[in-house]
């Protein structure tokens, strides 16, 4: 029966978003599937662009006005059903393009354009081989290989009978070594070795060493014969020339952690720990999809409970997907994981190269890794059968997604939750109100783990006024308090780790005789200097220059950088302590790749007694040793115009305070700050984030912010400040008939910085409860405003925004 193909076209633009209809050649019909991708032609000049299949109808009456699909892109479909209808309503989710939430769930190399290998892994008829494969045993095709043959390969890669690699501009290259196999059999071998002149003895040996591995099952990898052996390639060489061994390819994973992973056991749980795992693991037998929020305090073992569950997921032959922000995805943490479930685990992160992360991808998708572990694109995860989602730290901005699609990982977690009927896991000693809000509504099930492992007390945290300090000495960025805690440290051979908070804090150039600021010519910001580089950047566009020597505006010599980096603390605290052996992590020390890996052993290796670093230090670092957290500034970012900023702050200093004390050894913080009667250093203090909670809760109530109130954001840019503030208006104006009193607008304003870029912008916020209309308005907005984008306009959505400056 002929049949018609909904497709996705790769055009995101508001007026494409929608599938549209393409005839199947009678070649491809029962060949293509949903989550394909297809060549299709498009628009005027029938341009050929790239579509995603969403679904195959038979056709019931033949129009012939169709457009035809003109290629299949792959073999078996890169999209699975589940994820198929996640991208629909994600997009509706995030005002996105259904073709950018499609894109956004492949790996980064799978969106290039490729050539693929097809290689025969079993016999096939020789015919079909001659005709197919030119009679070789591989196949290197792209988007234009002949419809049949396609169906010829599909139906070899149902059978198992091929293996398919891609080929991205070099760039996803399945990684592969040369191996060698015994081309005779014994007895031809034997023979050959008559053959040989007496002198002949390396190539005598040769011939027994291939013998020994006639019965192998795999071949043998060149690299090991050269490490294991004594033969050398020129051996190999002849061995091949002669006819003796075939050298043939096979694929390797790129595996980063190979050799790295030292095999971790199942603990005896604390009765804390069991009740969490048991709650969890009876609500994964059942088909419930619920969702647990576990506020555990720092040290209270958290991981152990996810690890555990997930060994129950598995053996109930299910698999699990545990999501980790980013920076906390520390070696420290894959270890455990794969120390757990080994090569059952891949992780996804940025850390990898493109090709790791294909190969990691690859491996789910061929169902050999059943356990994800990964950052925020890792919800996407193609893994199937899930049977616990497990999301670590829930309350971390980075969940969300700052480009669209603007979504955030906990609610797509929810949504694949409900797919799966499984329960959710949301983790953190300190939840964002929202999750926590919804706890107390027993929308999620709070369950709490109130005591640390080792029933140590949290570490005492100790305030130091630093505007009192400052009084009494020069400035500095360390009080005496806090220096004669690290001198203690370092006399008893225990370890200090320092914060430095970076929000809302930077360094930048001055002149001091004229107050020159050195500015990002492209945006309205200040250049920050960084030493590593000798160079000054901007942290919104990447524009570079170098440090100017005399001031550009007075010429005066007197330019000094002012503000507190991590280089400057370094180098101060070195000054102050001349014997103390410091580390320094940052992003400027951690931009090469292993680099971070490398600084934690080292620190956890006792050649540092100093951990200085910025916010990338608070989360999951679990170190014996470490029996004082110093934090040089707390309050940098309670100035930050947000109504996070107390929230954030009261996040930070607890994870970081967390850090001190873990094991045997009692702990003890040092927070020093301009601001030490503010609320949310004080239940920082007292570990108190229940008392946090309830205060914040009331704040949020009086200024109606989330949780009370859900908002959205619309951002109009323009590279002219007065048409992008002219069309915030407009905007704005048309939102408000729509509206109920109880939704509020805040704005136009100009975001707190303009101008990123040489565009400004301007922001609304929309506060409100209910608003059945709401969606559709905005849909509509975003619609009728498509057509400026070609008068140089941007607007942007951002549903339920966490950054607000
Ligand atoms: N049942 C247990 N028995 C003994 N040790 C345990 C147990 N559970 C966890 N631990 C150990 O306690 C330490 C802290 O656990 P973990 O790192 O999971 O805490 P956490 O709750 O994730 O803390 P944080 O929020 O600070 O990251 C780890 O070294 C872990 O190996
Ligand atoms: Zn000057
Ligand atoms: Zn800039």
Redesign the pocket.
């Known amino acids: 029966m002929p049949q018609i193909a909904k497709v996705i076209v790769d055009v995101p633009t508001m007026q494409t978003n929608r599938p549209y209809d393409y005839q199947v050649p009678v070649t491809l019909v029962d060949v293509i599937q949903p989550g394909m991708r297809v060549i299709i032609p498009f628009g005027n000049g029938d341009r050929k662009i790239q579509g995603f299949v969403l679904q195959v109808l038979d056709q019931l009456s033949f129009t012939g006005q169709l457009k035809a699909i003109e290629a299949v892109v792959d073999l078996t479909p890169a999209v699975n059903p589940e994820l198929l209808s996640l991208s629909d309503w994600l997009a509706q989710q995030t005002y996105a393009f259904q073709i950018t939430c499609l894109q956004t769930m492949l790996p980064s190399v799978m969106r290039a354009k490729y050539t693929k290998t097809a290689t025969l892994t079993d016999e096939i008829p020789t015919d079909l081989q001659a005709s197919l494969f030119n009679g070789n045993d591989e196949l290197t095709f792209d988007q234009n290989l002949a419809p049949d043959k396609l169906k010829q390969l599909m139906q070899l890669q149902r059978q198992g009978k091929i293996s398919v690699t891609y080929h991205v501009d070099n760039r996803a290259q399945v990684k592969q070594l040369t191996a060698i196999e015994p081309a005779l059999s014994f007895e031809q071998l034997e023979e050959a070795r008559m053959g040989l002149r007496k002198s002949a003895q390396k190539q005598s040996q040769l011939i027994s060493y291939l013998q020994t591995l006639i019965d192998q099952e795999a071949p043998t990898l060149l690299k090991t014969i050269l490490e294991k052996t004594t033969f050398t390639r020129e051996n190999i060489r002849i061995g091949a020339e002669k006819g003796w061994l075939r050298q043939v390819k096979v694929e390797a994973y790129r595996n980063p952690y190979a050799n790295a992973v030292q095999p971790t056991h199942k603990?005896?749980?604390?009765s804390e720990?069991e009740t969490a795992v048991d709650a969890v693991v009876q609500s994964a037998s059942t088909d419930a999809s619920e969702v647990f929020l576990i506020e555990?305090v720092?040290?209270?073992?958290?991981?152990?409970v996810y690890l555990q569950t997930i060994d129950a997921v598995l053996q109930q032959g299910k698999t699990a997907l545990m999501l980790v922000p980013e920076i906390a995805l520390t070696p420290q943490m894959v270890q455990r994981v794969k120390g757990r479930f080994g090569d059952l685990v891949a992780v996804l992160h940025s850390g990898l190269s493109e090709g790791e992360k294909y190969d990691e991808w690859r491996r789910i998708e061929r169902k050999e890794a059943r356990v994800v572990v990964g950052a925020r694109s890792a919800v996407f995860a193609p893994l199937e059968d899930i049977g616990v989602i497990i999301m670590d730290e829930e309350h971390e901005a980075s969940y969300k997604q700052d480009e669209s699609p603007r979504y955030h990982a906990r609610d797509v977690a929810i949504w694949r939750s409900q797919y799966h009927n499984c329960p959710v896991i949301l983790g953190s000693?300190t939840p964002s109100l929202e999750s926590r809000a919804r706890a107390q509504k027993d929308v999620y099930h709070l369950i709490r783990?109130t005591q640390r492992?080792?029933q140590q007390a949290l570490p005492a945290v100790e305030l130091v006024d630093m505007r009192e300090a400052m009084r009494v000495q020069k400035a500095s960025n360390f009080s005496p308090a806090l220096l004669a805690g690290i001198k203690e440290r370092m006399q008893k051979g225990e370890q200090s780790v320092l914060l430095l908070n970076r929000r809302g804090f930077s360094s930048f150039i001055m002149c001091r005789d004229c107050g020159f600021v050195l500015q990002c010519p492209n945006c309205d910001i200040s250049l920050t200097l960084h030493m590593d580089t000798h160079s000054m950047k901007c942290h919104y566009c990447g524009h570079e220059e170098a440090i100017p020597k005399i001031c550009p505006s007075c010429q005066s010599r007197q330019i000094r950088y002012f503000g507190t980096g991590t280089q400057k603390v370094e180098a101060e605290l070195q000054e102050l302590i001349p014997e103390a052996r410091i580390l320094r992590m940052d992003v400027d020390t951690t931009r090469k790749k292993g680099a971070h890996a490398k600084l934690l052993k080292k620190f956890g290796d006792h050649e540092a007694d100093i951990l200085l670093g910025t916010q990338m230090i608070a989360?999951?670092l679990?170190f014996p040793d470490v029996t004082l957290v110093g934090v040089i500034n707390a309050d940098t970012a309670l100035g930050l115009p947000d109504f996070r900023a107390s929230e954030r702050t009261f996040q930070l200093l607890t994870q970081v305070s967390?850090r001190a004390g873990?094991a045997d050894k009692v702990g003890q913080v040092i927070v020093q700050s301009y601001n030490s009667e503010n609320y949310a250093i004080q239940f920082a203090k007292q570990h108190d984030y229940e008392g946090f909670y309830q205060y914040e809760m009331a704040v949020r109530h009086r200024g109606g912010y989330p949780p009370y109130y859900f908002t959205v954001k619309v951002t109009v840019s323009h590279p002219e400040e007065a048409l992008a503030a002219k069309k915030s208006f407009q905007i704005a104006k048309q939102m408000r008939p729509i509206l109920s009193d109880q939704a509020l607008i805040l704005g136009p304003t100009p975001k707190s910085i303009a101008r990123i870029n040489n565009r400004y912008f301007y922001q609304i916020v929309i506060k409100y409860k209910q608003e059945p209309q709401l969606q559709a308005k905005l849909a509509e907005i975003l619609e009728t405003t498509q057509i400026d984008t070609r008068h140089g306009f941007k607007i942007g959505l951002d549903n339920e925004p966490l950054q607000f400056t």
């Open positions: 603990m005896t749980l604390t720990q555990g720092t040290g209270s073992g958290k991981t152990e000693a783990l492992v080792n989360k999951g679990d967390g873990r």
